[in-house]
Each structure stands twice: as C-alpha cells, then as structure tokens.
C-alpha cells in the first residue's frame, strides 16, 4: 500500500485552467473517489498522478517520492479505463500476464500469479477465452485483474464501471470494493456519479471548474454540504434563502425556519435533502419543526419510493418518500411539508 499526494498542482490549457493549485491527499490503503461533472478536472488529476499529463505547477508524490516528472511506466500504477483498453487477439491469461511477460518474469512465476488474481476476480477457467467471448462485467474483472497483476502501489480507476448497464454496475461495484479491500491497494477512481461515489468511496473530493468543492467521507459530505454546489451535485437538495433572524432564517412567503448550523451574517442559504422532509395532509398533527404548506404538481412513482414536487410559496420543492405501504398523495391535493432543524443545513453560495 501506498500514499499518493498532489501538492499545489495546477494545469492549464490555453487559457482554461484544469486543475487551480490543488492540494490533496490520498490515504494509504483507501478506496477515494474523485467526484464532479463534465470538465471539472478530475480526470486531468487522475492522469497526472498516473503520468499521462504533466502539470505546470506543483508536485505528485507518491510515499512522499515527486514523481511529476517521472514517465508513467516507471511510475509503479496500475490503470484501469472505462473502455476497458484489452488486447482483442489475446486470450484472458495473456491480457493479464502482459504487465509480466515485458518485465521478464519467469512463466512459472507468471501462471501462478495470474491463477491467484484469475480466482480473485472470479474468472478461473476462462483463461482461453478471447475479450469478444465476455460479458462486459468480465471484462472489467480482465481489465481488473491486469492492472493488479504488477503489484502496483497504486490502483488508478478512470470511470470504471460506466460502460456497464444500471444492475450489472450495481453488481460491479460491491466486487471491486472487495476485491480492493482483499488486495488492500490505494485506489483512486473518477466518477460522475454520485451513487457510484457513495457506495465505493471511504473519502470524496468534489472537484468544479479546477478547484476543489469539498473533501470527506461520503457520510459527512452528504449530510452536512458546505456549499450549494455540493449539496446539489452529490445527491438532490432544497433551497430556501431568507435573512437571518437570531437563531432563525426568516424566508419569505414562508416565515421562519429554525436550522441547527450557526448563523453568521445578514443573509442565510439553506438546504434540505427531499427525503428528511415528510408529506402530510393539512391537518395532520405535527410536533415542533419546520413546516411549510403547498399543492402536490406531481407525483413520480418509481416502485420502492414516491418523488412529489409541492408548489409552495417559496418555489416547488422536491420530497422523497419510501413507499412502506401508506397512503399516496393525488396532483393538486393540500399537503403540509414538515421537517426537523436538524436536516437544515446552512450552505455557502
């Protein structure tokens, strides 16, 4: 295992800025996801750590060794793209063994080594078969199993599962994080999205525009986003702006709301996750929390939950409920929305 750090490491292109001076740490032996959308730098990190792209500025170092400047294939990583990138002419054992065979390790040493890692990605006894005979997910453990066969320092995962449909990516990512957690390699691994991120990830970084949004644990960063950016761009939030009132957010059309961040300042961005709110008729018996009343626009019904957008006065806002069995709520129906201080964060702009 090993610990990848990026120090003030800028890149630009023209006059785009891909990366801005960012900093960041990798833990030694954690399974770290770089998160953001389209262009916003993470995969030029990506592959300035694996040594595709060299940055103008800053230093990559891996057990506190500046590789910047050091080529890719002296660089110890092991690379795996989303197109997966396998030998079409080449059967499942030499895809794997290919990282050996240009080091010169012996045969014996190499049957036994692809054996071990053909058993860790649960494809023994498909060692003859060609990348054109495979599903897609054993693909992705061929694509797997020949990035770890090296015994890199580092696993690098570019979009790793995107290619693969909805159930098999579901599947997908439960295995890489045990076959990551057997091997006990560092992995870091860009994404877009966000379920991907939170189901694999020990840690998170958002990235946008070159910069660094938020780092943490997918937990923290989930409930407790510091910015709007990341509040909606990791999962789905609420917002409410109002002006700040003692302990208070008064919004307007919608009265106070009380929040349990603290208040700094005259004016205060809030933002609720849809399923902290719940959906209840207007005369419902409510205990002590936010409340604010509305009309059901819509209703989505996906099977396990129920998405409602409720005009309020303050804008539609956006509830998510568990479908446990009770009753569903009708378009243009009176509902009152209800939810604690506590799911109320206080994000910047």
Known sequence: MSEV???????????????????????????????????????????????????EEGEILIDGVDVAHIPAHKRDIGMVFQNYALFPHMNVFDNIAFGLSVRGVSKADTRKRVGD???????SGLDERKPKQLSGG??????????LVTDP?????????????KRLRQEMQIELKQIQRAVGITAIFVTHDQEEALTLSDQIAIINDGKLVQIGEPNEIYENPRTRFAAS?????????????????????LGALATSSPLAGARATLAVRPEKMQLTALDAAVSEGNRVEG?????????????????????????FQQNAGDRMFDAD?????????NHTVVVED
């Not at 099977?303 to 539609?316: F, Q």
Request: no cysteine.
């Open 153 to 165: 320092k580092v696993l690098l995962l570019d979009e790793p599962l995107g290619a693969l449909d």
């Open 5 to 55: 750090s990026a120090r003030n490491v800028t890149k630009r292109y023209g006059e785009l800025r891909a990366l801005d001076n960012v900093s960041l740490d990798f833990p030694d032996g954690s399974f770290f996801a770089l998160l953001g959308p389209s262009g916003s730098g993470k995969t030029t990190l990506l592959r300035s750590i694996a040594g595709f792209v060299e940055p």
């Open 333 to 341: 129906e009176k509902v009152a929305i209800t939810w604690s201080p």
């Open 117 to 123: 890692l053909l058993d860790l990605v649960q494809l």
């Open 295 to 319: 009309t059901v626009t819509q209703r989505v019904f996906s099977g396990t939950s129920v998405t409602y957008i409720v005009e309020t006065a303050a804008g539609p806002m956006r509830t």
């Open 138 to 147: 054993q693909q992705q453990r061929v694509a797997l199993a020949r990035a």
């Open 233 to 253: 761009f990791l999962g789905d939030a609420n917002f409410m702006e109002g002006s700040v009132d003692g302990d208070r957010v008064t919004v307007e059309n």
